[in-house]
């Protein structure tokens, strides 16, 4: 297993590899000086109890289960790749603001909660999601896309934008 108790933070790309263990960041990850990236090449699960900066090499995670419990926020043209096998989990009352696409893959279902925005960048799930409350999903005023290849549920509100950009279920 891999553990960050504290902030971990520097301008460059930080890349883990944990196989079938666990990476849990149970602080900050990016506070005060923003990562340029993070790469995660495989874990079982993978936890983010604190906020997440992160610049333009972006954040990529492949792992089985995946919990957001707090904001992730990018810029220069960071994307969120997460290809997880298992639930990916986005906590209630968090917000992603990125400055780059998001994308969900990896053929595990997703449970979200909060908001999610990017700056005219595509966001596409291509899994199950499930409403835990109601959301907000927004590309901006350019054309960034929002899909979703398979079913989305759950008894809340889904408010979608996507400027020049195209819905599609």
Not at 100 to 120: E, I, M, P, W, Y
Not at 136 to 152: H, K, M, Q, W
């Amino acid at each position: 297993d891999i553990v960050f108790a504290s902030n971990v933070q520097g301008g460059y790309l930080l890349s883990l590899t944990a196989g079938t263990g666990a990476i849990s960041f149970q602080n900050t990850l990016g506070g005060g000086i923003p990562l340029s990236g993070l790469n995660v090449g495989s874990a079982a699960s993978l936890t983010f109890d604190g906020a997440v900066f992160a610049d333009d090499e972006g954040i990529d995670l492949t792992a089985g289960a995946v919990t957001f419990n707090a904001d992730v926020t990018t810029t220069s043209g960071g994307a969120v790749v997460v290809t997880n096998s298992e639930l990916l989990t986005k906590a209630d009352d968090t917000l992603f603001v990125l400055d780059g696409s998001f994308v969900q893959d990896g053929g595990g279902a997703v449970s979200f909660g909060g908001s999610l925005s990017t700056s005219n960048d595509s966001i596409s799930f291509a899994d199950e999601v499930s409403l835990t409350q109601d959301v907000v999903l927004d590309t901006g005023s350019g054309a960034g896309d929002i899909v979703f290849a398979s079913n989305v549920q759950g008894g809340y509100l889904l408010s979608l934008t996507a400027g020049t950009g195209a819905i599609s279920f």
